[in-house]
């Protein structure tokens, strides 16, 4: 986006990305502030501003029942300047549609270059998908974990957040109050399905307990298979209450389905809070899966924080020297 913004010099440019037709989509849209110079215009300081949970704009929508009906780039003149509305492509389906003004119609050539641009785009993210995730569930893979842990915490960093570049009526997210909070997530007695019901069936387990994650869980949402039955889940919320609901809502969810042929199944979770300090992700899931393990050993299909545990004298840290040792 930022590529295109400087090569046609656009007014503005944004990416509408949406699951499906009937949700409100998120836009991710680049502003830059153009200056002219001996008659030429270049852009600067470009800043992308994302916007969650909007509804899909009537041009977005026009430009979706074009690009179904003719296959053709959604073009229209508004006011003095021209808008041109492209679809981008995911690994298997429309993921958004890219919406660029112009003060003038894009030539051939420039139609030609953006076409290009998007379809390199497409292919060089199907790599990045298929090389992220994992096989059977579709879920992030574990080998994405650090680098996730390492933006969130370049993110934690940042203290100051440019919101003033923005003037639309819809809500921006407040990132200065948010925490980002961690769960271990560990299907209880999974080994026992594997010897009662066959691989088979575990499998069908691991595949159906991912798809009600994603019903759960929100887009932005960071969903990991760590490994066997474990799994990872990082959400970003205004305070711990609120990462509580979220992953408690999960667990019942996931006790109230039926599996097929297995029937009930269960999970317990072990939780933590992602701060900035704690730079090592060994670190983080450690202090997650002290929980988990809590959890495991006190009857199962619970939900327990490190820090309340910690809190309430049942963990103990001893800092010593510089390093942390738990009993």
């Known amino acids: ?33 153009t200056v002219s110079h001996d008659g030429k215009r270049r852009t600067e300081e470009t800043r992308e501003v994302q916007i969650e949970n909007i509804t899909i704009p009537d041009s977005i929508k026009k430009a979706i029942d074009w690009n179904e009906s003719t296959g053709k780039t959604y073009s ?23 919406s660029i003004t112009l003060s003038h119609e894009l030539s051939e050539s420039k139609n030609l270059i953006t076409s290009s641009l998007l379809s390199i785009s497409q292919n060089f993210h199907g790599l990045l998908e298929e090389n992220q995730k994992d096989k059977l569930t579709g879920l992030l893979n574990r080998k994405t974990f650090d680098d996730n842990i390492s933006k969130i915490q370049n993110i934690l960093a940042t203290t100051s957040h440019d919101s003033a570049s923005y003037s639309g009526d819809e809500n921006r997210v407040d990132n200065t109050s948010d925490e980002y909070w961690l769960t271990i ?3 209880d007695f999974f080994k026992k ?8 069936y575990g499998d069908e387990v691991l595949l159906m307990l991912s798809q009600v994650m994603k019903q759960n869980f929100r887009p932005h949402d960071l969903l990991f298979r760590f490994g066997g039955e474990e799994f990872v889940v990082i959400v970003k919320v205004n305070n711990q209450k609120e990462a509580a609901l979220s992953f408690e809502r999960f667990r019942k969810s996931i006790e109230d389905f039926t599996f097929p042929q297995v029937g009930q199944v269960t999970i317990s979770l072990g939780a933590t809070l992602i701060m900035d300090q704690h730079a090592i992700a060994g670190d983080i899931i450690g202090r997650a899966d002290q929980a988990l393990y809590h959890a495991k050993n006190n009857g199962r299909n619970k939900l327990f924080f490190y820090e309340d ?16 040792e738990l009993f």
């Open 1 to 33: 986006m930022q590529t295109l913004a400087d090569m046609l010099k656009v007014e503005d440019i944004s990416f509408y990305k949406f699951n499906n037709r009937h949700e409100p989509c998120r836009l991710i849209r680049y502003l830059s502030q």
């Open 76 to 98: 229209t003149n508004v006011g003095a300047t021209c808008v041109s509305i492209y679809p981008v492509h995911g690994l298997n389906s429309i993921v958004g549609y890219l």
């Open 185 to 187: 997530i560990d299907i």
């Open 193 to 200: 399905i594997n010897d009662s019901f066959g691989h088979v």
């Open 309 to 324: 545990l910690i809190e309430s004298g049942i963990f103990e840290e001893k800092i010593d020297d510089g390093e942390v």
